[in-house]
């Protein structure tokens, strides 16, 4: 869940909702540099798999 939403939409409190929002953002930076075609390969399997194994 994004972190506007996480603030505005639910009970979840600011500080825990800005460490998750931390941890998302690491994982997309390491994901967006993994893939130099990254545009055109987003909905692949090869990107999920990627998210998940640094969930």
């Known amino acids: 869940m994004p972190l506007y939403s996480q ?3 639910s ?3 600011y500080s ?7 941890k998302q953002d ?7 540099g993994s893939f130099s075609n990254i545009e055109d390969i987003w ?5 999920e798999d ?6």
């Open 16 to 22: 825990e909702a800005w460490q998750v929002g931390k």
């Open 26 to 32: 690491a994982i997309m930076k390491k994901v967006m």
């Open 7 to 9: 603030v505005s939409f």
């Open 43 to 47: 909905d692949s399997k090869e990107v």
């Open 11 to 13: 009970n979840i409190p």
């Open 50 to 55: 990627k998210i998940l194994d640094l969930i």
